[in-house]
Nanobody, 124 residues
Framework: EVQLVESGGGLVQAGGSLRLSCAAS????????VAWFRRAPGKEREGISC????????VYGDSVKGRFTISNDNAKNTVYLQMNSLKPEDTAVYYC?????????????????WGQGTQVTVSS
């Protein structure tokens, strides 16, 4: 059984930082594409970043570009999302998602495996 577990969410003031983790069991991140999505209250799910293990390429959504960094640690089978310069509009539930192999348009939510989400709240 594949399980993705996010952690690292919490409450932070605007301008602060958080690092989210996505740990997998039953699934190897060393041959996968892993993405982070978020859903804010009343808004559509938004793809914010993804990383491909095949070439370590990364993609970022415009709303987080320059502030967030995605990385992976294959030895720990974990993907991270470092979030800096957080804004109140970053408040959302953050989810990681994964699929085996490379994908095109990795910020689209076409992933078979999803975590349960972790809440990030940024106060002004």
């Amino acid at each position: 059984e594949v399980q993705l577990v996010e952690s690292g969410g919490g409450l932070v003031q605007a301008g602060g930082s958080l690092r989210l983790s996505c740990a997998a069991s039953g699934f190897r991140f060393d041959d996968a594409t892993v993405a982070w999505f978020r859903r804010a209250p009343g808004k559509e799910r938004e793809g914010i970043s993804c990383i491909s293990s095949s070439d370590a390429s990364t993609v970022y959504g415009d709303s987080v570009k320059g502030r967030f960094t995605i990385s992976n640690d294959n030895a720990k089978n974990t993907v991270y999302l470092q979030m800096n310069s957080l804004k109140p509009e970053d408040t959302a539930v953050y989810y990681c998602a994964a699929v085996r192999g490379p994908v095109v348009a990795c910020l689209h939510p076409l992933y078979p495996y999803w975590g349960q989400g972790t809440q990030v709240t940024v106060s002004s």
